[in-house]
C-alpha cells in the first residue's frame, strides 16, 4: 500500500483557471478563486493545468501561482500543482520546485508533441518520481498530447512508490471498467471529463478534477457527497442539471468557455492568452441558457455547506 494518505485526494477537486489582468497574473482574483472554491466545498485546488493555460505560463509564474495556491488553501484542503512537461529533465525540475512551495502533489501530463513509445512513457514517468518523494498524479489526456497511456503501462506505473493515481480525461470507459481490476484499490483514478463523473463513479473512481467545478462548486461538491452517501436519487438530479452547463463549457477550447462565463459572473476579467481568443459569439446564449436554470440550486447547495460546517464546529 503507498505510504501517502490518498483519502484526502478524492471528491470534486476543481482544475483552476487563471486569471489575467492587462497580461499579467490577476493575484487577488486567484486568491478570490480559491477562497471561493474551499468555502463552496471543493475537496482540492489544482492550478497549473489545462484550464490554467498552463502551456502559455512562465515557469516563473506556474511557480507564483502554486504559492498563492499554497498560501490560500492554508492547509483546509491539499493543493496538486501541475508540473508536468514534454521534456523530462523539465518536468523534474518542475515537480522539485512544487515540493519547495508547498504542494501536496503534482499532476504530470503525459510528453505531448514528442509522441514517446509506451516504455518511453514509462521511463519519463519513472525517472520523475525516482527524483522527488511528493505524490504523483498521472494526467492522460491524449486529445491534447497525441499519445495516450495504454492500460499496461498504467498498471506498471501504478506499482511505483510515488505514483498514487491518475486523472482520467481519455474518454475511454472500457479502460475505466478494466483498470480497477488491474490496479490496487488505493491507487486514486480521477475523472478528468466532467460529462463522465458519474459513470467514473459508478466504476469506482474516487473522484474528479472539475472545470465545471470553477462555476459552480457547490453543485459539483454535493453531487460527490450524494455517491459518497448513497442518495442516487439526488446524484441523478444534480447530474442532469450539470450536464447542459457540461457540455456549454466544451463549446470551444478549454477554457475559452469558462473564462468567459466567470467573467459574466464577475469573478475574473475573462482575458486569455494567445493563441486562445475570446468566445465566438455565437456560443453566448448557449452558455448563459446552461447556467442560469441551475444558480438556484447552486445557492442551496452552498447553503448546506454552511450549515454542515457549522454543525460541526458546534
Same mark, same amino acid.
Given at each position: ?17 487563471t ?42 509564474e ?12 492554508r492547509g483546509?484542503?491539499?493543493v ?12 523534474i ?22 509522441r ?30 497525441g ?8 498498471v ?23 483498470? /480497477?481490476?488491474?490496479?490496487a ?15 467514473f ?18 453543485l459539483?461538491?454535493?453531487?460527490h ?5 448513497y ?5 441523478? /438530479? ?6 447542459p452547463?457540461?457540455?456549454?463549457l ?16 464577475g469573478l ?10 475570446s ?24 447553503i ?11
Open positions: 500500500m503507498k505510504k501517502y494518505a490518498v483519502g484526502k485526494f478524492k471528491g470534486s477537486m476543481v482544475a483552476l483557471v486569471p489575467f489582468k492587462d497580461g499579467r497574473i490577476d493575484e487577488a482574483a486567484f486568491i478570490s478563486l480559491c477562497e471561493r472554491q474551499i468555502r463552496c466545498g471543493s475537496a482540492a485546488l489544482v492550478p497549473c493545468g489545462t484550464t490554467g493555460e498552463a502551456s502559455t505560463l512562465t515557469h516563473q506556474q511557480s507564483r501561482l502554486i504559492e498563492l495556491s499554497v498560501w490560500a488553501a483546509r484542503v491539499p496538486i500543482a501541475g508540473a508536468g512537461s514534454n521534456c523530462t529533465v523539465t518536468t525540475g518542475m515537480v522539485a520546485e512544487a515540493k519547495r512551495l508547498g504542494a501536496d502533489a503534482v499532476l504530470c501530463i503525459v510528453p505531448y508533441y514528442n514517446p513509445s509506451q516504455e518511453g512513457l514509462y521511463q519519463h514517468f519513472l525517472s520523475v518520481q525516482s527524483e522527488s518523494n511528493l505524490p504523483v498524479i498521472l494526467y492522460d489526456v491524449p486529445k491534447r498530447t499519445v495516450a497511456l495504454e492500460l499496461e503501462t498504467i506498471r506505473l501504478s506499482e511505483l512508490p510515488n505514483i498514487i493515481g491518475i486523472k482520467d480525461a481519455s474518454g475511454d470507459l472500457a479502460r475505466a471498467a478494466r483498470m /480497477r481490476h488491474y490496479v484499490p488505493e491507487f486514486l483514478r480521477l475523472c478528468g471529463d466532467d460529462a463522465l463523473v458519474p459513470s463513479l459508478t466504476l469506482g473512481s474516487q473522484g474528479a478534477i472539475s472545470v465545471t467545478a470553477n462555476v459552480v462548486p457547490a459539483c461538491a454535493a453531487l457527497r450524494a455517491w459518497v452517501t442518495d442516487t436519487a439526488k446524484l441523478q /438530479r444534480i447530474s442532469s442539471d450539470l450536464d452547463l457540461n457540455k456549454a466544451f463549446l470551444e477550447s478549454n477554457p475559452v468557455p469558462v473564462k468567459w462565463l466567470l467573467s459574466r459572473l475574473i476579467q475573462g482575458e486569455l492568452r494567445l493563441p486562445l481568443v468566445l465566438n459569439e455565437r456560443f453566448h446564449a448557449q452558455i448563459l441558457d446552461s447556467i442560469k436554470p441551475i444558480l438556484p440550486a447552486e445557492a442551496e447547495a452552498m448546506s455547506v454552511d450549515l454542515s460546517r457549522s454543525i460541526a464546529a458546534e
